[in-house]
């Protein structure tokens, strides 16, 4: 489940934050011993350079208009190497507060010629998935990516960047930032699909005549994975509307259809959410159903017995009274006589029963 | 159910596009062996050409604004293929890349004079329908349709052609256009009406005091097909409001009406959606009500039967006791007195359940 | 009940559209064998003129912007018929397709000085009330109304021009369009009055310690007639604020404030419609509480005299044993004894139960 | 229960108007014998003069532009009467016919200088309330006010302006149309801590072990007198923000911030509404999981009792038998036998049962 | 429980106000004792000075636009003072009433150059919190800020602001009064933190066996709770946006991003309490399983033990009977054959529960 992991987040930053001034940069993540490593790949059409760890001179030096430089910072816990990155390139106080706290709400935002674009990244894991968040800054002929964990979720794009595989080489900045998104977007539908499979399985499971005992500790857990997908779709949406309408006008025109694109899958996401969530609700009917259909048959069951034995072992007991004067007993035929009586008042008890259609 | 075919899908389309830079056409739908093939229509009030899978040449050639040329192809599992035609009548990467993923969302977008519809059909087969994803593409004078699969869904617009049937030779593309998704939309309303009349059936049978069985598998099994149904015309009839607030204006005014026309059916569509899903909620209700009610009934003649005997049992068991002292057991008229007293306590039980109303 | 009729009209209504080219007029609505009949009233302040089943060509003569015409088609099912209307007072194809549809939206649309209003007359019918789609189309000087069976739902507002009541002969066609309008209303307001009276006495019962065995089957009867009303009324709602907002200008100044009369009553309506289905909801819950209460009261019952007389009949049944050496059978005192015994444990049994709160 | 009042009069209402040409004044409320009266307050800064009853030529002088007059109607059931002030004051004959109806709805409505307020008062009485209509016209110096029953829910505002309390003497004619909407916003908020009051206590039963067995009833009760005050404040908001948005321009800008202040507290009662329907759904909840919980721990005594004794029942049965040849009885510690072998039952029952945690 | 307070305060105001003239001040909170005591501090980027209940002539003297004034009194229940110091800073007489009214709705109102904020301030006490309504004014070069009760929620202000941490002593009074909201916003979200926490412990107890009998108990509280958080964050929110979207313009432009970080924390509130709820709302589902699963199995204990020894029970009952002619009895095999008999029963009983799975 990736619920405990988010709530322990949350609660670790909202803590520790409580009356500083807002814009002093706190890191409020995990600690980590591994220093936070920078990852250059600055191109044009036909050029491309690549350098690991450079001096913040070199980086500055390489942001010109005419190249596209992506600076990727693995690792966010060194506050004094972020603060010095965020200086370089002029981030706005809030932003760098927000990409230290690893629970701020995903976002787009822009000021002068920068743009902020604040994501999730879900990466599947198994049957489950890691939240990680990722802060992209662009700005005239430069993204910097700032990643919380290292991880190899943008490897694609490094590959289709060094063997020139699509339009990216050809493109300016804003369409490098599409490409790192996009990889983030399709990471969500991956992970929603993940779900899907999980609630199929439920779904067929919820059917048998008996389900599993864990049913709705899934549910409940899949419910919770699936609000965790909508908060890291939904708020992105929204973001992303704003980009598509050309707020901010730092997205070129013909790179807009490709942030439409964007749109329409996250479009989907939520109608992917929704479509999950309202199954989940079916299945806790299904199961509530079935579980009280059980309950009648087990009921009919106890009570057809019982209904039928009950006056029979009445009529039992009645002859096995000690009273000296009781007729019956010393007929001959007395014995006979109670069982064929038994036998009628079972047999009409049966028909009735059957009538009634409850065997 | 369609449910099942729809899920895999979606997998197939996520998985293998994951890492791809957006724009590159894969075909992530089902592998089919035969070619795709091309039916072109070129056709003006007054004359009318029909070709089999002519060159792309004869095609470029057709394609004049002073005649209408529907380019009808069958299957898009050949990527190249389609490439060459997509390039032929410069469609947008993104659009082809969007008409080979059979999950793409339901949308209609425009880039310069060029529309791109794409819609989902859904055809009626026995009590379930099947869906396909169909890409319009209009240009001046021409409509590219994209059928995921060989069908005869567009048979009676060719007849209205070539038989001058209705107004369809004397007016352009885009009321070609309107005509090909009139009929998509017309196949929802013949499946919604399936879905009502089989939601009609299963009303009729949760009042029965018996329900079937499989109530709620059927209940689940209408709903999903409803969100079939729903997310086929949900974001269509956004799509086709914004054609009829007149975006993109590539749509002649005196065709506005028509399109219009499309909208009023999918708000009908969405309204039958939307009261289909109560009734279905309705059903469900219904049968815990009818389920809790048998319970009740049963467990009411249970009570009856249980509470009138038990204590009748325990007086003749009092009476078969061994003691040596129990002087009633002696007295001539003890059995008669004992039948007199289990008289009045079963006549005084029953007087009591039936003025509670119990049976 | 009101939904079989529904739902067997929008079936007709489907099946035999499809493929068709729209603008193509079929009436898809019940057969009938009486011809269509027409009548006039042409009026203006001082002079009124009535005739039935007048040529078109005096039709059309009578229609000129200084009298207000108001011409009455009973009946639809004659397509050739309607069709020289349609021609004489240049309908839009697309208009005609939907007067002779019985299952069409509510709507109204303009195009040049034409205004098309479509509409449901709810008329009450009993307890029930029958549905029938009305047509109005308005022009400079006339009012056309298309009804689908013969009926008399707007006598009152012939008599109200015969009689000159109120300020209708001094007014204009947009004055006569709202008086027809009104009427159609003012009978959703008295069916909505039918159901809310059967929601009340179902609220009453539903409170009865035993309800009605049908409660169910009313509750999902009723919601389904609010259904009818509210699919009636919804559509409605919006066109009605479309014309008060000015769109299309057809209406004079002077006559919005009638209109807007209008959407306050249909404001009203879906208040009450909303708060029709909520009150159903809680009969629901409220039958269902009183289910499981009247289980807990029937198991309540069972439960203490089972736990009663169960262990009672255990210890006559132990002192019924034939052991030879019970030493208890031969005390004189043994009987007496175990008649204590069983007081002991009835009496503490009950004492719990009492405490307990169950009887 | 204000209900059966609510509903009995929009019967009356519907009934009686269906068919009447609308802006024909009718009075469809309850009949009265008394006559209205008339109470007129004309006053400026400095002057003051009062008149009961005054001629209609007396209330024309009084209005100018120079003092404010405030001329309050009690009793709208002489049509007559009304039709004379409504013509003296040019008010809109739709206008007349809303305020004879005594359910029309709340609005704000305005043409030429004139502005029309229909609201509704609810007068607490006891731990119900009554519902009553009033109209208010503002004019320039002027504001008529018609009330539907005699009633002094405005004493307080004569009060404020004989004693020159405030600053109502120093403003003009829409402050004082602020007070009297003001003292009616002030009466909602009164209703809603009453039923507050009573949902608190209706809480706190229903965590009780036994609730009241009528909680359901004061539910639907509480939901409907709820539903009254939605119905009553619902549409006012829209009204009051149409003017705190300054539409129709009639309210001097010094005084709307005292209609925000209104909107203000009619938000605030929309939450509170909102809130109080939440409540009630989580009392429902809670009464249904205690009754379900209740019925739990009765069918678990039950099982107890019986699953421990009908084994140790069957045993004795056994032994009560009367073959000829059952050697267990003739031995001497047959009898101690089957004691012990019961006990060993009865107490592996009770530690299964324990061990499950039934007891 | 925080709802018991709340609900004794609304009740106190409401009551009260009833017919007093708007505008009026009336203290509606609790009563206090102690003198309502005044703190300034008054700063520029190079001086700063401090008093405790400077003479009013003293603050009107520091309010100048070149110095930021920050004035906070402590205590409103002294309505003369609170005149007093409105009167010398000219606050609207509705801000006055609303701050004196500790039940007002959260709101932020400009008008001249005056800005009014009502805020609610949630203090975590315990695993509860405590509610008080603050109220913030703004104008050039002043912020005075009025505290219901004597708390020191704003001491990490003064701290910065006296040892010149971050910006805030470089910044103008806007600068100030986000400072103030911003620690108050940090506020809600250690409160959130809280109850997510609760709500954890409560969702990990309803998937035990046996949830802890106050289970709905705690779910009420905590809904509550959550209703408490969302009222004050609700209002906060649209107020909190309306001054981000520049409406006022009484907030510097380069202080914006700021609000609009505020605003993103309000954002993420209301997303926590939405989630809250429904993972009460699934608490509430899985508890309700939960003990519909536990009477399932109550009842399939009871139905085996009942439904395998009833027949048992009446065949030994059988054989118990005193007839002289029962040849059964007297043979020597008799009763070994009786004993096979019952175990076939019994075996062929128990083997049709194991089929079914009930046990």
């Not at 965020?86 to 932003?95: G, K």
């Not at 969500?188 to 929603?192: C, M």
């Given at each position: 489940m990736a619920r405990p992991r988010r709530t322990r987040r949350k609660k670790a930053a909202g803590v520790s934050k409580r009356g500083l001034p807002p814009g002093?940069?706190?890191?409020?993540?995990?600690?980590?011993?591994?220093?936070?490593?920078?990852?250059?790949?600055?191109?044009?059409?036909?050029?491309?350079?690549?350098?690991?760890?450079?001096?913040l001179e070199r980086l500055a030096a390489c942001v010109r208009p005419d190249t596209v430089t992506w600076i990727d910072l693995d690792g966010v816990h060194q506050v004094d190497r972020?603060?010095?990155?965020?200086?370089?390139?002029?981030?706005?106080?809030?932003?760098?507060?927000?990409?230290?706290?690893?629970?701020?709400?995903?976002?787009?935002?822009?000021?002068?010629?920068?743009?902020?674009?604040?994501?999730r990244v879900l990466s599947p894991k198994g049957e489950?998935?890691?939240?990680?968040?990722?802060?992209?800054v662009m700005g005239p002929g430069f993204v910097l990516s700032f990643q919380e964990r290292p991880g190899d979720v943008w490897e694609p794009v490094r590959t289709r960047i060094r063997e020139r595989l699509g339009r990216i080489r050809d493109r300016g900045a804003d369409y490098l930032l599409h490409a790192l998104m996009d990889v983030v977007v399709d990471g969500?539908?991956?992970?929603?699909q993940g779900i899907e499979t999980r609630v199929d399985t439920l779904e067929d499971s919820a059917l048998q005549p008996r389900a599993a005992s864990d049913l709705l500790e899934q549910v409940t857990a899949l419910k919770s994975d699936l609000a965790v997908v909508r908060s890291a779709v939904w708020p992105l949406r929204e973001a992303v509307s704003a980009l598509v309408a050309g707020e901010g006008s730092l997205v070129e025109a013909r790179t807009v259809p490709y942030f439409r694109d964007i749109a329409d899958h996250l479009a989907m996401l939520v109608d992917g959410v929704d479509s999950g969530r309202e199954r989940l609700l079916t299945i806790v009917d299904l199961h509530l159903a079935q579980t009280s259909h059980q309950l009648n048959e087990?009921?009919?069951?106890?009570?057809?017995?019982?209904?039928?034995?009950i006056p029979l072992s009445f009529i039992v007991g009645l002859y096995g009274m000690n009273f000296d004067h009781m007729p019956e007993l010393h007929y001959n035929w007395g014995y006979p006589a109670v069982l064929g009586l038994m036998a009628v008042v079972a047999g009409s008890m049966l028909a009735f029963f059957r009538r009634n259609g409850w065997f």
């Open positions: 002093v940069p706190v890191y409020t993540g995990e600690a980590r011993d591994t220093p936070v490593s920078v990852h250059m790949l600055d191109y044009t059409g036909d050029a491309l350079t690549e350098a690991s760890d450079p001096t972020i603060q010095e990155v965020a200086a370089t390139f002029t981030l706005h106080p809030l932003w760098v507060e927000d990409l230290l706290n690893p629970s701020s709400r995903p976002k787009a935002e822009w000021l002068d010629d920068r743009l902020f674009v604040l994501i489950d998935f890691e939240v990680e968040q990722i802060a992209l969500y539908l991956a992970v929603l087990v009921m009919r069951v106890l009570t057809v017995v019982s209904t039928v034995f």
